[in-house]
């Protein structure tokens, strides 16, 4: 069975589709399609690829895309609420953690733009100054994920919470991916299918390989730690969708993808790199195959081609990437996170996670056999088809 084949069944299944033989492929499936046929030919072809992982690539090499926030007062804005917004143009908490986030004031007074003053009149409210939060442009993703008035309380929920720290703090110390698990509320469906991902993970990293990092790959800067210095660790952080702290983050998983709010189903989001979000699996699509599918993607040769061909959208992170990269390389990484957890605005309670994988054995699965030919036409196709979508 081919990889893109697997990607459309394990689509049908996540989304809890009935209907036999009938495959439900929507655009996240569809770029991760792309990028596993990107990785199983370039891996024939090494000339054309690197040996880093595409999760560690990611995190050396693709920059978080920028949240947009947007301010809207009318007249000139006090010194206090000047203050507010400082974090929200990219200097962070406390002005010593970056963020990636961009800022746009509007005054009302001024005859903003027709585009600005149908998202001001879209708040439905007078409170002014008054936030608005956007994800990236790049994402084509239009959802608000908040709106409400200027405040102190409303910037700290903005840029941070428990779980985005937790994220920050495990891809710092070495973990591969960090799997977000949002819950539903119902204990007996969020433990089936925690259980079911906690299983297979723990599995999978018995049985996976770490690619045996090129020398010069390590030369050309494409990786800034030793050979050896990678690790396969997989962490699950459970994370309540109702918990108030986590209001933004929740709609910011929620939103990613079209259908996803409508289901009343636990989800499981792969984070890896500078914080990106692979895609959800949801309800009965957190199985065997898709976990496997995901895991399998991030953990091979990356085909170091552009982020924006390969699936997932970014989340809105407090993080000094390059200072926890630095870090890694020379083991200094302890001191780091000490520091960030004191540059934090607030301080949270950890929450309970459950840690699964370490080091990767020796052995690993045999790479699915495909020609090279084979291949390349796949990712003709996929890319044929990738461009018709983003022009409709």
Not at 49 to 70: G, T
Not at 90 to 104: C, F, K, R, T, Y
Not at 171 to 199: M, N
Request: aromatic letters at 6%; proline letters at 6%; one cysteine or more.
């Amino acid at each position: 069975m081919s990889a893109g084949h697997q990607i459309q069944e394990s689509a049908g299944s996540r989304a809890g589709e009935k209907v036999k033989n009938q495959f439900v492929t929507r655009p996240s499936q569809f770029l991760l399609a792309l990028a596993i046929a990107l990785s199983l030919f370039f891996s024939r072809n090494a000339a054309q690829a690197c040996s880093v992982p595409v999760f560690r690539y990611a995190l050396e090499k693709w920059a978080a895309d920028e949240y947009q926030a947007i301010v809207f007062h009318r007249g000139s804005l006090t010194t206090e609420q000047q203050a507010l917004m400082q974090p929200l143009d990219g200097e962070g908490l406390s002005g010593q953690l970056p963020v990636n986030i961009s800022l746009q004031t509007v005054d009302l007074a001024q005859n903003p733009d027709p585009a600005l003053l149908a998202q001001w009149q879209k708040l439905g409210s007078d409170t002014l100054p008054a936030l608005l939060l956007k994800y990236p442009q790049k994402s084509r993703l239009t959802a608000q994920l908040f709106a409400g008035p200027l405040t102190a309380a409303a910037v700290q929920q903005v840029l941070d919470s428990p779980a985005r720290r937790e994220i920050v703090r495990r891809i710092a110390q070495g973990d591969s991916v960090v799997w977000v698990f949002l819950e539903t509320g119902d204990a007996a469906r969020d433990e089936a299918a925690a259980k079911v991902a906690t299983a297979r993970l723990g599995y999978l990293t018995t049985v996976l390989k770490l690619p045996t990092i090129e020398a010069q790959d390590i030369a050309s800067g494409l990786v800034s730690v030793p050979k050896d210095g990678l690790k396969l660790t997989f962490s699950l952080l459970r994370m309540n969708r109702k918990d108030a702290a986590e209001s933004v983050f929740a709609r910011m998983l929620l939103h990613s993808e079209p259908d996803l709010l409508e289901l009343q189903e636990p989800m499981l989001f792969p984070v890896f790199g500078r914080g990106r979000a692979l895609y959800a699996l949801a309800g009965k699509g957190i199985n065997h195959e898709t976990l496997d599918e995901a895991a399998t993607f991030l953990t091979g040769r990356c085909s170091c081609e552009v982020k924006e061909l390969n699936p997932g959208v970014d989340l809105l992170l407090t993080a000094d990437w390059a200072g926890l990269i630095k870090a890694q390389s020379d083991g200094s990484r302890a001191t780091l996170l000490q520091q960030q957890a004191t540059a934090a605005a607030a301080a949270v309670a950890p929450e309970t996670v459950t840690i699964i994988g370490g080091p990767a054995p020796a052995p690993g699965p045999t790479q699915l056999p495909l020609l090279p030919a084979a291949a390349g036409a796949l990712v003709a196709l996929l890319l044929a088809g990738y461009l018709w979508w983003r022009k409709n």
